[in-house]
């Protein structure tokens, strides 16, 4: 996969998307390696040049929580037998019995070394014996990895330039390299932690494991990609803007306008993604704007919405009528002409600033 990294958005996507792919790939039956390490400390250097905001914050304590726990060693009991073998191909098929935590029954194709073809070779199959290993110790992200093709070609590159095929050290087999790669950042598993200057309360409340921030990661691409399943027409009827940001820092604005009270607490991020930027899924529902005035506390802070809309959006509200229609089907709020002339005053120019910032 190649896109070229402009942002720190572009660079969690990738990551984003590289997850995905190492979730999928026992499914998939292969997978070749990403630096995941190198990523994360790239990551890095650009927050060191920009400042983090509480969206960054929170996503990457969370990347932090995910990698510690793909690099942390899974212990298992398992027996297993072989099916069958083919010859020609050169794969072994397996039953497999793994008891614990995840306790479930498998049947595995797995490439077999040259070493044990003569083993294969050899059997009567299928086995009618299950064979038990004592504990099944291997790093979390290599466990994931059970029965693929592995390709770590780009990491072999990465990390040994030097050598080639004539080289003494050709016959290293880079799969085992690998795990070891992997084996060793388990054992040194604080570097995830240092990496990034995260408090540990943060990366406490952030904690997740892998599987559970790819449930949440799906939730959300599959509202970016319009899963509501709407259909064209309804979408074209409904009132959007059309701002050019990301989902990630969308979902960091509307939290941060909720927690200051400028939104509702039930403004879902699918409502506020789409009637903000015009894309994923659309909907009737509207965002509601709650924020009261610091002067006159017991109306609504509508000078603080026209200029959230003008500062955000980058157009200014006119008094033209397709112009306050449309803000009244996103916010449900109509604006009079006073109002919209008189943004100059509004109270919360420097909170909105800083939201929109990111300070």
């Known amino acids: 996969m190649t896109r070229e990294i402009k942002t720190i958005d572009d660079l969690f996507n990738r990551i984003d998307d590289e997850l995905i792919i190492l979730s999928e790939a026992h499914q998939n039956g292969r997978y070749e390696w990403y630096d995941f390490v190198a990523a994360l400390r790239l990551l890095n250097d650009r927050l060191k040049n920009e400042s983090y905001n509480e969206y960054r914050t929170r996503k990457v304590s969370k990347l932090v929580n995910v990698f510690n726990d793909l690099c942390h060693t899974v212990v298992q009991s398992f027996s297993c037998r072989t099916l069958s073998y083919d010859k020609e191909r050169k794969i072994a098929t397996t039953e497999w019995h793994v008891l614990g935590k995840e306790s479930r029954t498998e049947i595995i194709e797995q490439t077999v070394i040259s070493d044990l073809e003569e083993h294969y070779e050899s059997l009567s199959l299928p086995e009618t014996e299950f064979h038990s290993g004592d504990r099944l110790q291997v790093v979390k992200i290599q466990y994931l990895l059970r029965g693929c093709n592995e390709d770590s070609s780009q990491l072999e590159s990465i990390y040994y330039p030097r050598l080639h095929k004539n080289d003494a050290l050709s016959e290293i087999s880079w799969g085992s390299w690998a795990v070891k790669h992997f084996y060793l950042l388990d054992k040194q598993r604080d570097d995830f932690n240092t990496i990034f ?63 200051q009270g400028f939104i509702s607490a039930d403004t879902d991020i699918g409502t506020f993604y789409y009637r903000m930027t015009g894309q994923g899924g659309s909907t009737d529902e509207k965002i509601k704007w709650i924020k009261n005035g610091k002067k006159r506390k017991d109306s609504i802070s509508k000078r603080g919405l026209v200029y959230f809309i003008e500062i955000f959006t980058g157009d200014s509200v006119s008094k033209a009528r397709n112009c306050t229609d449309k803000i009244e089907n996103i916010f449900g709020l109509s604006l009079s002409s006073s109002t919209i002339n008189s943004t100059a005053d509004c109270e919360y120019k420097v909170e909105l600033d800083r939201i929109l910032k990111g300070t």
């Open 197 to 259: 200057n995260i408090d540990s309360n943060v990366l406490y409340k952030n904690r997740m494991t892998f599987e559970e921030y790819i449930t949440e990661l799906t939730a959300e691409r599959n509202i970016l990609s319009g899963s509501a399943k709407t259909s064209l027409k309804h979408k074209s009827n409904t009132s959007h803007f059309s701002v050019n940001k990301s989902y990630d820092e969308m979902q960091r604005i509307l939290t941060a306008l909720q927690q």
